[in-house]
């Protein structure tokens, strides 16, 4: 893409209204506008980066075997009334009346719709195990929406409840999501700690949130430092061996609590993004959702729901990762991959080679962003950095009379000159590398 | 995928509730579930057409240069007042308030926000043109919403809108996205025919809705057979001579007004499925929305609109290709490329054959709905005929004792017996020539 062309609406000043730092750099990189408390609209920046990690959530819930469906934002109000959650919900809810003067709402989340698609057309055992899931746009009217996309009203989520036969098939289920979570955020290039939450009146332990480490995260973690040397290992490991490591929020911790000592504990500041719940037959009780068994009875089915924070995660990740110049992406979700500068637009030499090199890269399926715009050097050296693309190819005069190009690792700050042929090669050994 | 493990929630029966033949057929095919008038979960059968519907329109978006961005389904109402449009617009409109009493709406369309947008940021004719275009879930409350997708209240729609210095410019931008209309709808395998479309105050011949031939359709189209010969040059014409040929639909259409005798004229059915409109200034101006021109006088920015019916292509496609026992989806938009069929699932002969066959085209990337099910013969069969997937391979005993398995072209109805190996030769190179 040509940045001539494109529309990154980049803000040299910290906005006033941004009180966090991914709230700040998302608003400078344009890549989302606000257009009510709460409320964005994505600009084709912020857009790539969330379609970028909707789709390997979408891949990893599909690899895991869950079904993908959609589901309403608006809903009938006699659906949640059923649950009684209608009138329990709160505020948060948004309640709507039709033109009919029918009452609607905006869905904060789906366990009665789904609950009631599953006891229409499932009713034998030998259809269970079911996954299904959604990635759709809730709407929860937060008191005082804040820091941006992390504490929006309007949010996408990814949303997934399974249905099973009894308990055993459940944890299963959970097993298999817990699982696929710490597959997804490893490749989605952020580090989480899954910890144990409240999973109120049913108890267990089958309550997990997924907090990714950040400086700036919404709360204090506390768990066995075992996390921190696990690395690239994490998802291989037993299960069962890795529920047993502690981990709790500051909410859910108490010294003592942990089988190793408190002094030994590891602390660090997190934000969740995801959440796994084992809720039983709580909604299947009260909305009549039964299944026949092998013996021939009808029995409740187990359910539980597993989500997560799709918009919240592109905050949460620039949290994780950026420096004082700007954001730096993580190669998976990375709007575009490398961010080519012609330093000297105007001048012929620069503007032919630039432009066989972006031509060479984008018929080799690259994504790149090409700064061509007439704007001086150091605009467009700020504005790189600003928007994190994982590599910078900057061209210029002094190089052309080289026969060399400038290479530089957004990440690691490092910056080589090279042939123009070694840098597009080592560019494509690090894509192999990544993938 | 397996059936066994998938989720086609099939009906025998015509629903009671569907009036038109897609509706009727996104309900026994297991689309879709209707949750309020109106308001549809998209199964995960459904969901695949929609979403392979969408990758097409977006791909041709993106080819004629427009950017995509997603606005807020929930929109301010001030930013409506600014238009005069959120009193003018009619009870279609869903008004809501949130908890502190602020007016919100239910956005049914997007020229008062991304006029906002593009006042905020662009500035200068050198930033021009411009496309911006999303494809997001709107809202209008239809007094009597009826025939399934095709006349829903929440629907998926793409909307694009362009901003030029000037009407040449714009009319520009008005043609590429024709051009582009006619390349999308012949890539999602439907007969289009563009029709001259009333522009309202503006005048002029910059408004046309295109329609997909459809027994069923919901207007009558009166328009120049040559049309009927194009064929698939249309879209290579030139685009100032495509115009000139007379379709319109019985809304707009007059005897007499046609260039060609009343009698020559092609008479058919037709829905439709996009509509492309030049507006002038009339948000720009009521907005405020300038650009500095080349002489350094602001003016007002020239704006278009574009808009395809996302998920209402899903049911106007159904009613343009069907049969009586079921749907018959172009390859583009099939929600698998072929249905593996296994006769008598728990013979062992069968299921070694069938499973053999599916891991084998499914490690090849093939698109497959493989039906492994428990099932009779016959409900297999119709089943697969309903759902209309390109392509049925059938094992069976008998083929299986000759080394031969059964290929059927939902199409044409052509069944062949061929060898294992010939009808996979057959697939692919179908595959080549539809790609």
Redesign the interface.
Known sequence: MRLS???I?TLKENPQEAQILSHRFMLRA?MI?Q??QG??????LG?RV?KKIENIIREEQNKA?A??????????AD?WRESGRFDAYG??M?R?K??HE?D?L?SPTNEE?ITA?FR???RSYRDLP?M?YQIN?K?R?E?RPRFGVMRG??FLMKDNYSFDLNYEDAVNAYDLMYKTYLKTFKRLGVKVIPTQADSGPIGGDLSHEFCILAETGETTLYYDPIYDTLGSDFDHKDISELKKYYAATDEKHKPGDAPIPEEQLSVARGTEVGHIFYFGTKYSEVMNAKIVNPKGEEVLAHMGSYGIGVSRLVGAIIDASHDDKGIIWPESVAPYRIGLINLRSGDANCDKVSNDIYTQLTNNNEEVLYDDRDQRLGVKLADMELIGLPWQLIIGPKGIAQNTVELKCRKTNESQELSLESALNHMTKNNARAA
């Open positions: 062309r494109y529309f609406p344009g506008h257009e009510a409320i964005y609209s994505w600009l084709p857009l969330l075997g079904l993908e469906v959609l589901m309403p934002t608006l809903q009938p659906l505020k948060e948004l709507i039709d033109r029918r609607l905006y719709m698609i229409k057309f499932v079911k299904f746009w709407f009217d008191i009203r309007e």
